[in-house]
Antibody, heavy 120, light 108 residues
Framework: EVQLVESGGGLVQPGGSLRLSCAAS????????MTWVRQAPGKGLEWVAS????????YHVDSVKGRFTISRDNTKNSLYLQMASLSAEDTAVYYC?????????????WGQGTLVTVSS | DIQMTQSPSSVSASVGDRVTITCRAS??????LAWYQQKPGQAPKLLIY???NLQSGVPSRFSGSGSGTDFALTISSLQPGDSATYYC??????????FGGGTKVEIK
């Protein structure tokens, strides 16, 4: 059974840093692109970043470039999101998701999410 | 950047009704369009990929159609468990990946 379990969320002050983790199981982790998607309270979904299975390609949405970095450790079947210079606009539930590896880009498995709150 | 616009933003319908949600892309996205269902407090769930392909385990009352810039998700006979917010997602490049704003479906 595919499982994705996020952790690392919490309350952080503006300007602070946080690292999110996503533990994956039930599939061959290195074979899949992985992604972070966030959802601000009461708002829609926003793609944040994606990383190729071997880590050789990474993409980030413009609003987080230079502040957030996606990474992975295939020996630990884990996905990470290092977040810095956080602001209130980064407050959201952060989901990790697996890309289907089909012809297009869509996400077939999602974690339960971890809440990041940026506030003084 | 390609923008994805969903309409309506919300819809209220009765059990058994046919419900159609539309998604319009600001530029041609060919057939790279997916739909997700999200219930309160839960993660999104993939319903349809590549416009009209039903994800494994998704009931056949859900269907997708369209191409280019105009797409639709149809629920042929609305069921109580279909109350949720539905999102479209453009999916052919990580350089311009985007979700629609969502459509909330409520049961009368």
């Amino acid at each position: 059974e595919v499982q994705l379990v996020e952790s690392g969320g919490g309350l952080v002050q503006p300007g602070g840093s946080l690292r999110l983790s996503c533990a994956a199981s039930g599939f061959t982790f290195i074979s899949y692109w992985m992604t972070w998607v966030r959802q601000a309270p009461g708002k829609g979904l926003e793609w944040v970043a994606s990383i190729k299975g071997d880590g050789s390609e990474k993409y980030h949405v413009d609003s987080v470039k230079g502040r957030f970095t996606i990474s992975r450790d295939n020996t630990k079947n884990s996905l990470y999101l290092q977040m810095a210079s956080l602001s209130a606009e980064d407050t959201a539930v952060y989901y990790c998701a697996r890309e289907t590896s089909g012809s297009g880009i869509e996400f077939d498995y999602w974690g339960q999410g971890t809440l990041v709150t940026v506030s003084s | 950047d390609i923008q994805m616009t969903q309409s309506p933003s919300s819809v209220s319908a009765s059990v058994g009704d046919r419900v159609t949600i539309t998604c319009r892309a600001s530029r041609d996205v060919s057939t790279w369009l997916a739909w997700y269902q999200q219930k309160p407090g839960q993660a999104p769930k993939l319903l349809i990929y590549a416009v009209s392909n039903l994800q494994s385990g998704v009931p056949s009352r859900f269907s997708g159609s369209g191409s280019g810039t105009d797409f639709a998700l149809t629920i042929s006979s609305l069921q109580p468990g279909d109350s949720a917010t539905y999102y479209c997602q453009k999916g052919n490049s990580f350089l311009s990946l985007a979700f629609g704003g969502g459509t909330k479906v409520e049961i009368k």
